[in-house]
C-alpha cells in the first residue's frame, strides 16, 4: 500500500497575518520599571518630585492619546482571531482547493498556499482578495460583484466564471473556469470564508461528451429511416428529423415537444403500440404495419419496428421504435402479393365489424359477411348507396365525414347514425379514406351499439347517483355528529327542568326541530346507501296488508286504493320500517299526480328465474324475486322528466312542497336492500314503478317478524361499571361522558384510539365497557377493536356511527361480536343499550 502525501511548493507558505502575540515578560519589566519610579519620587522631597510627576503624567496622557488614535484608524490592534491549531492549519494547506479568510471591509487574513497559485501571488505579502483577483477580466466582473455583494451581506453565495488567461508558454490564451464560494464563518464575526477551485478539466470533459453527444444526434437525425422514443404513457420523448420531416413538423418547433402517439398514429393504432404482450424481465420487438398522420391530415403508410423493455414486474419503460417508409417510391421491398391477399381475405371475411367501400359517389362496392348481415335485403352491390343504410335523421352527418374522408383527411370523427328501417338499432361508422385507383375512395366499418348505448346510459345515471351520493353520505356523517350533541344535550336539561319550567318547551322545541332534522339526515343515508337497516325475513303480502288503512287515510276520498296480491308469495328480508317508507313514499307521489281523484293499484307477485331473463334489462341478474308493483292513473310524466326522477333534490311540485329527496330516497334503500326499482310513464296515461326484491329463502334460526306495537315498559337505565369512551367529536364526547356518569359510571375519555389504548394500560385493562366511535382519525374503530381484543378478549365494545353497520364491518375479521348504534342517539338510547350489552 502506497501512503501518497503532496508536500506544498517550497516557499509558498500560506499567508497569515495575525497580530503579534504579547509577553509576560514585558508586563512584569513596564511594572518593576514604575514601581521604581514611584520609590525615587517618594524619596524626592515634595518640591522637587512636582515637576518630575506632572511631567510622567503628560507622557502617560500623550501615549495614552496616541493609542487611542492608533486604535480607531487601525494602526493599532488588541487582539484578533487567528488560525492556532497547528492540525487544522496543516490540513488546509494541504487542500488543491483555494481558501482564503478575510475580515470586515475585506482584509486578508489567512490564504493557504493552493489560493496563491490559484491567484499567482508570488509572497505572502501579494495575497489579493477574490475581489481584486478576478477584477480584471469583463466576463467575470458580474459574478465577482455578486459575490462582493453576498459577503457584504454575510450570505452565501456560488458562482462559476470563466477567465481568459495567458498560455505558460506564452503562445496565445488559455480559457479557465473557477467556481467561486463565499459564506460566514461561524462564531457571529464578520470573518467571511472564500472558496476557489479550479474546474476547467471538468468543463473540458462535459465540452467533450456534449460534442459526442451532438454528433451522434445529428447522425441519427440524418439517418434514412425515421426514429422515436416515447414513454409508457404515448408521450414522445425523442423525434429524429427524418420522422419530423416525414410528418411535416419543424424540429426546431416547440410544438414537437408535446407530440403524442395518438396525435401522430392513425385511429386505434397507437394501442398496437401500447399493448405489447408484456414479457417481465425481458425485452420485445415487434413489428406492426399501420398508418401515421401528418401535419396537414394527411395519412403516410409505415412499418414500425416496436422494441420496448419490461420490468421485473411486467411494467413497460420508455419504447424505441424506427420508422420504415412504406409509401409508394420509399423503396420498401413489398412482401409476396399472395401472402398479402390471402392474408387480407382471412381478415376481411372473419371479422365480426361491418365492412364495405364506396366510391366517391357513396355507392356500395365490396362488402363483407359482417355488413351483408347488419344491412340486410340491399339487394346486389351497387344498387345502393351508404346513405340508404340509415335514417333520414342522421344523414346529413354521415354525408359530411364522407366530404371529409374523400378530402383525404385521416382523422375522420365515427358517426353514430340509426339503422335504417329498424327503429332503436344504432350503428357507429369509422371511415377510413383510400387511393387506390380502382375507384374505391373510402372504407366504411360499422359496429352496432345499440346494447352498448342503452348500458351507457345506465351507467352514467349510476355513475351520477353514486357520486351524488357519496357526498350525501359524507354530509350526513358529519351532520350527525352535531345532531347527537344537539339531542343529547337537550336530553341532559330536560332532565333538570320540570314541565312546569318556563324553559321546558324551549329546550322540547329544541329536541323536536333536532329530531326533524335527523329525519333529513336519514333520507340523505338512504339516498347513499349507508344508512343503518334492520333487515327481517318478511312477507310481503302481510306488510302491505297492515299498511292500507294508513294508504287509505294518506290518499284520501277522492283516490281509490286497490291491493292485488298473488298466493304464497316468496319470503324477502329487508328492513320493515324503510320497506313502509318506500310504499308511503310512492303512494303519496301518486296522489299528488291525481288532483283530482284516479285510483292507486299496489300489486305483488312472485318472478321466477325464466321470467327475471325475459324482463330484457342487463342490469337485473336473472333469480327469482318478489315484485312489488305500484300503478297509478295520474297525470304520467314526460321522457325527459323520468330520466331525473331518482336525481336527489330534482323535484316537479311547488316551491314549498317536498325536497327533492323522496324517490332519492326510495331508491337508495332498495338499491341497499339489493333489490332493483324501474319507473314507466307516459303524459296522461299514469306512471308504474316496478320494485323487485331477492328472494330469501329462511334459515332454521330465522323467525317471520312482525312489528310488535306494544310500548316498552319503563324501567332502570342505572348501572355500574368503568366505561371507556372513545370519541373525536368533542361535543358527542362530552354529551356522552356526563349522561354515562349521570346513570352511575365511571367514565374514561379518549379522543383517538392510541390515547384509548394509553387510558387502558394505565388502569391495567379493568374496564368493563368501550364505546367507541368507527370514523376517527389516526386509529378507527375495528383496528382500536382488534388491538383491545390483544389486551383483553374478552372486553366488550359498541361501536356508534352515523354511517350504517355493513359499511364498517368488512374491516373486521370475521366472529368479532359487538353492539351497534347508529347516530344520532339520545340519552335513553345510549344508557338503554350500555346497560343491555353490560347485562348479556
Given at each position: 500500500m502506497t501512503d501518497t502525501r503532496m508536500e506544498p511548493v517550497a516557499g509558498e507558505a500560506s499567508a497569515d497575518r495575525p497580530q503579534k502575540d504579547g509577553s509576560i515578560g514585558l508586563v512584569v519589566l513596564l511594572a518593576a520599571a514604575l514601581i521604581a519610579i514611584?520609590?525615587?519620587?517618594?524619596?524626592?522631597?515634595?518640591?522637587?518630585?512636582?515637576?518630575?510627576?506632572?511631567?510622567?503624567?503628560?507622557?502617560?496622557?500623550?501615549?495614552?492619546?496616541?493609542?487611542?488614535?492608533?486604535?480607531?484608524?487601525?494602526?493599532?490592534?488588541?487582539?484578533?482571531?487567528?488560525?492556532?491549531?497547528?492540525?487544522?492549519?496543516?490540513?488546509?494547506?494541504?487542500?488543491?482547493?483555494?481558501?482564503?479568510?478575510?475580515?470586515?471591509?475585506?482584509?486578508?487574513?489567512?490564504?493557504?498556499?493552493?489560493?496563491?497559485?490559484?491567484?499567482?501571488?508570488?509572497?505572502?505579502?501579494?495575497?489579493?482578495?477574490?475581489?481584486?483577483?478576478?477584477?480584471?477580466?469583463?466576463?467575470?466582473?458580474?459574478?465577482?460583484?455578486?459575490?462582493?455583494?453576498?459577503?457584504?451581506?454575510?450570505?452565501?453565495?456560488?458562482?462559476?466564471?470563466?477567465?481568459?488567461?495567458?498560455?505558460?508558454?506564452?503562445?496565445?490564451?488559455?480559457?479557465?473556469?473557477?467556481?467561486?464560494?463565499?459564506?460566514?464563518?461561524?462564531?457571529?464575526?464578520?470573518?467571511?470564508?472564500?472558496?476557489?477551485?479550479?474546474?476547467?478539466?471538468?468543463?473540458?470533459?462535459?465540452?467533450?461528451?456534449?460534442?459526442?453527444?451532438?454528433?451522434?444526434?445529428?447522425?441519427?437525425?440524418?439517418?434514412?429511416?425515421?426514429?422515436?422514443?416515447?414513454?409508457?404513457?404515448?408521450?414522445?420523448?425523442?423525434?429524429?428529423?427524418?420522422?419530423?420531416?416525414?410528418?411535416?413538423?419543424?424540429?426546431?418547433?416547440?410544438?414537437?415537444?408535446?407530440?403524442?402517439?395518438?396525435?401522430?398514429?392513425?385511429?386505434?393504432?397507437?394501442?398496437?403500440?401500447?399493448?405489447?404482450?408484456?414479457?417481465?424481465?425481458?425485452?420485445?420487438?415487434?413489428?406492426?404495419?399501420?398508418?401515421?398522420?401528418?401535419?396537414?391530415?394527411?395519412?403516410?403508410?409505415?412499418?414500425?419496428?416496436?422494441?420496448?423493455?419490461?420490468?421485473?414486474?411486467?411494467?413497460?419503460?420508455?419504447?424505441?421504435?424506427?420508422?420504415?417508409?412504406?409509401?409508394?417510391?420509399?423503396?420498401?421491398?413489398?412482401?409476396?402479393?399472395?401472402?398479402?391477399?390471402?392474408?387480407?381475405?382471412?381478415?376481411?371475411?372473419?371479422?365480426?365489424?361491418?365492412?364495405?367501400?364506396?366510391?366517391?359517389?357513396?355507392?356500395?362496392?365490396?362488402?363483407n359477411a359482417g355488413f351483408a348481415r347488419m344491412f340486410a335485403g340491399s339487394g346486389r352491390p351497387g344498387a345502393r348507396t351508404i346513405l340508404d343504410c340509415i335514417g333520414e335523421r342522421d344523414r346529413e352527418a354521415l354525408s359530411a365525414a364522407l366530404e371529409a374522408a374523400f378530402a383525404g383527411r385521416a382523422d375522420?370523427?365515427?358517426?353514430?347514425?340509426?339503422?335504417?328501417?329498424?327503429?332503436?338499432?344504432?350503428?357507429?361508422?369509422?371511415?377510413?379514406?383510400?387511393?387506390?385507383?380502382?375507384?374505391?375512395?373510402?372504407?366504411?366499418?360499422?359496429?352496432?351499439?345499440?346494447?352498448?348505448?342503452?348500458?351507457?346510459?345506465?351507467?352514467?345515471?349510476?355513475?351520477?347517483?353514486?357520486?351524488?351520493?357519496?357526498?350525501?353520505?359524507?354530509?350526513?356523517?358529519?351532520?350527525?355528529?352535531?345532531?347527537?350533541?344537539?339531542?343529547?344535550?337537550?336530553?341532559?336539561?330536560?332532565?333538570?327542568?320540570?314541565?312546569?319550567?318556563?324553559?321546558?318547551?324551549?329546550?322540547?322545541?329544541?329536541?323536536?326541530?333536532?329530531?326533524?332534522?335527523?329525519?333529513?339526515?336519514?333520507?340523505?343515508?338512504?339516498?347513499?346507501?349507508?344508512?343503518?337497516?334492520?333487515?327481517?325475513?318478511?312477507?310481503?303480502g302481510e306488510v302491505m296488508s297492515d299498511l292500507q288503512v294508513l294508504l287509505a287515510r294518506l290518499l284520501g276520498a277522492k283516490v281509490e286504493l286497490r291491493l292485488e296480491q298473488d298466493r304464497d308469495l316468496w319470503f324477502v328480508k329487508a328492513d320493515l320500517n324503510q320497506l313502509e317508507q318506500v310504499v308511503i313514499n310512492l303512494a303519496v307521489n301518486a296522489r299528488d299526480a291525481m288532483p283530482d281523484g284516479g285510483r292507486l293499484t299496489i300489486a305483488t307477485r312472485n318472478v321466477d328465474r325464466a321470467q327475471s331473463e325475459k324482463l330484457g334489462d342487463t342490469t337485473i341478474a336473472p333469480g327469482e324475486y318478489v315484485l312489488l308493483e305500484v300503478t297509478d292513473t295520474g297525470t304520467g310524466m314526460t321522457p325527459e322528466v323520468l330520466e331525473k326522477i331518482f336525481d336527489p333534490f330534482f323535484t316537479t311540485k311547488e316551491v314549498g312542497k317536498g325536497t327533492g329527496l323522496g324517490l332519492s330516497t326510495v331508491y337508495g334503500i332498495i338499491k341497499q336492500t339489493g333489490g332493483h326499482i324501474f319507473a314507466q310513464s307516459e303524459p296522461g296515461k299514469g306512471t308504474t314503478f316496478r320494485i323487485y326484491l331477492p328472494r330469501h329463502e329462511p334459515m332454521p334460526e330465522e323467525a317471520v317478524q312482525r312489528r310488535d306495537a306494544a310500548p316498552e315498559a319503563p324501567r332502570d337505565l342505572t348501572g355500574r361499571g368503568t366505561i371507556l369512551l372513545v370519541e373525536d367529536e368533542e361535543s358527542v364526547r362530552a354529551f356522552a361522558a356526563r349522561a354515562l356518569a349521570s346513570r352511575g359510571y365511571t367514565v374514561l375519555e379518549a379522543d383517538t384510539g392510541a390515547a384509548a389504548l394509553e387510558l387502558m394500560d394505565e388502569h391495567d385493562g379493568n374496564v368493563d365497557l368501550v364505546v367507541s366511535d368507527v370514523v376517527m382519525p389516526e386509529m378507527d374503530g375495528p383496528t382500536l377493536l382488534k388491538e383491545v381484543r390483544k389486551r383483553n378478549p374478552e372486553l366488550k365494545i359498541i361501536f356508534v356511527s352515523g354511517y350504517a353497520e355493513d359499511a364498517f364491518r368488512k374491516n373486521l375479521e370475521g366472529g368479532e361480536k359487538f353492539t351497534f348504534l347508529p347516530k344520532p342517539f339520545n340519552l335513553k338510547e345510549l344508557a338503554a343499550t350500555v346497560k343491555e350489552v353490560l347485562a348479556t
Open positions: 514611584a520609590v525615587a519620587l517618594a524619596l524626592m522631597g515634595r518640591e522637587e518630585a512636582r515637576p518630575l510627576i506632572l511631567g510622567l503624567l503628560a507622557f502617560l496622557a500623550v501615549v495614552g492619546v496616541f493609542s487611542l488614535f492608533a486604535a480607531a484608524v487601525g494602526v493599532l490592534r488588541f487582539s484578533e482571531r487567528t488560525p492556532r491549531d497547528l492540525l487544522s492549519k496543516g490540513l488546509l494547506e494541504e487542500l488543491n482547493e483555494g481558501l482564503l479568510v478575510t475580515a470586515r471591509g475585506g482584509r486578508v487574513i489567512y490564504a493557504n498556499p493552493a489560493y496563491r497559485r490559484l491567484t499567482e501571488a508570488e509572497r505572502p505579502e501579494d495575497v489579493r482578495g477574490v475581489e481584486r483577483a478576478f477584477a480584471g477580466d469583463a466576463e467575470a466582473s458580474e459574478a465577482i460583484y455578486r459575490l462582493s455583494q453576498a459577503a457584504a451581506a454575510g450570505r452565501r453565495a456560488e458562482e462559476e466564471i470563466r477567465i481568459e488567461r495567458k498560455a505558460r508558454d506564452g503562445a496565445g490564451r488559455i480559457a479557465t473556469w473557477y467556481r467561486i464560494r463565499v459564506q460566514p464563518l461561524a462564531g457571529g464575526r464578520r470573518e467571511m470564508l472564500w472558496q476557489v477551485a479550479d474546474i476547467t478539466q471538468d468543463r473540458i470533459r462535459q465540452e467533450d461528451v456534449f460534442r459526442e453527444l451532438q454528433r451522434a444526434i445529428d447522425n441519427l437525425d440524418h439517418a434514412p429511416a425515421g426514429f422515436l422514443s416515447a414513454d409508457p404513457d404515448g408521450r414522445i420523448r425523442y423525434l429524429n428529423a427524418t420522422l419530423a420531416g416525414w410528418l411535416g413538423y419543424d424540429i426546431a418547433e416547440a410544438e414537437t415537444s408535446t407530440l403524442t402517439l395518438d396525435r401522430i398514429i392513425s385511429g386505434d393504432g397507437a394501442a398496437l403500440i401500447r399493448n405489447v404482450e408484456p414479457a417481465p424481465g425481458e425485452v420485445r420487438t415487434e413489428t406492426i404495419d399501420l398508418d401515421l398522420v401528418r401535419r396537414n391530415g394527411q395519412s403516410l403508410p409505415v412499418r414500425l419496428l416496436h422494441r420496448v423493455a419490461f420490468d421485473g414486474e411486467g411494467r413497460p419503460g420508455a419504447s424505441r421504435t424506427l420508422v420504415l417508409n412504406r409509401s409508394p417510391g420509399s423503396g420498401d421491398v413489398a412482401e409476396t402479393l399472395r401472402a398479402a391477399e390471402v392474408r387480407f381475405a382471412r381478415f376481411f371475411n372473419n371479422t365480426p365489424l361491418a365492412i364495405a367501400t364506396i366510391d366517391r359517389d357513396g355507392r356500395i362496392e365490396r362488402t375522420v370523427k365515427p358517426v353514430d347514425a340509426q339503422v335504417a328501417g329498424e327503429s332503436g338499432r344504432i350503428a357507429r361508422f369509422f371511415i377510413s379514406p383510400v387511393e387506390d385507383g380502382d375507384g374505391e375512395a373510402a372504407i366504411i366499418y360499422a359496429l352496432d351499439i345499440t346494447e352498448q348505448r342503452a348500458l351507457e346510459g345506465q351507467f352514467a345515471q349510476g355513475q351520477k347517483m353514486q357520486a351524488v351520493g357519496q357526498l350525501a353520505g359524507g354530509i350526513a356523517h358529519d351532520f350527525n355528529n352535531v345532531l347527537t350533541a344537539i339531542i343529547g344535550f337537550s336530553d341532559l336539561l330536560l332532565a333538570n327542568h320540570r314541565p312546569t319550567d318556563p324553559s321546558f318547551n324551549d329546550i322540547m322545541n329544541i329536541k323536536h326541530n333536532a329530531n326533524r332534522a335527523a329525519g333529513l339526515v336519514r333520507q340523505l343515508l338512504a339516498f347513499s346507501r349507508r344508512q343503518t337497516l334492520r333487515p327481517q325475513v318478511l312477507r310481503l
